[in-house]
T-cell receptor, first 116, second 116 residues
């Protein structure tokens, strides 16, 4: 079945630095990818929808200058947390929609970001 | 706007007993409904989906869910729980073709604890 690889699985960074998280669809082309943020014991909050070759669509309240999303190819989307602060510490999950399916979603394994 | 309600934060069940995790939804048009499971520090794993057809959907690991249009519900069930089923379960909904295949909306999640 469809596989989405998310890297890194864990990252610790210092305040003020930037961190890049990659999301790759391994065996299918993903025209659309989604980035979620999950707080402890909470549901997934959609941050943005990323479409290959165009600008991402951010959800209300999500700072697009802080959470930079790039979807340069049909198999790769990246989320860069810029000038990270401790409050950005969270679990980030990407998801990709298989372009051949109207309803198929596959999730990455998530990235635990800790900003110290 | 579409929404999902999972009324229980936690469900406790003894191993071998049947389990039910509740989900109700609201969406315009015909719903596409999903159940996902999440283990600690992991992404979401797909369990099952309802798109059309038989109201009883069978999925992975012995789980099943019943679509009830009149009650707008999609409860997750399993006849005999295992300790290894203990995890966080998410119900999700998206609109169908008439709504332009909108993004997935998740419930807040229900923690399932199966005791030995």
């Amino acid at each position: 079945g469809a596989v989405v690889s998310q890297h890194p699985s864990r990252v610790i960074c210092k305040s003020g630095t930037s961190v890049k998280i990659e999301c790759r669809s391994l065996d299918f082309q993903a025209t659309t990818m989604f980035w979620y943020r999950q707080f402890p014991k909470k549901s997934l909050m959609l941050m943005a929808t990323s479409n290959e070759g165009s600008k991402a669509t951010y959800e209300q309240g999500v700072e697009k200058d802080k959470f930079l999303i790039n979807h340069a190819s049909l198999t790769l989307s990246t989320l860069t947390v810029t000038s990270a602060h401790p409050e950005d510490s969270s679990f980030y999950i990407c998801s990709a929609r298989d372009s051949t399916s109207a309803y198929g979603y596959t999730f990455g394994s998530g990235t635990r970001l800790t900003v110290v | 706007a579409q929404s999902v309600a999972q009324p229980e934060d936690q469900v406790n069940v003894a191993e071998g007993n049947p389990l039910t995790v509740k989900c109700t939804y609201s969406v315009s048009g015909n719903p596409y409904l999903f159940w996902y499971v999440q283990y600690p520090n992991r992404g979401l794993q797909f369990l099952l989906k309802y798109i059309t057809g038989d109201n009883l959907v069978k999925g992975s690991y012995g789980f099943e869910a019943e679509f009830n249009k009149s009650q707008t519900s999609f409860h997750l069930k399993k006849p005999s729980a295992l300790v290894s089923d203990s995890a966080l379960y998410f119900c999700a909904v998206r609109g169908g073709r008439n709504s332009g295949y909108s993004t997935l909306t998740f419930g807040k999640g229900t923690m399932l604890l199966v005791s030995p």
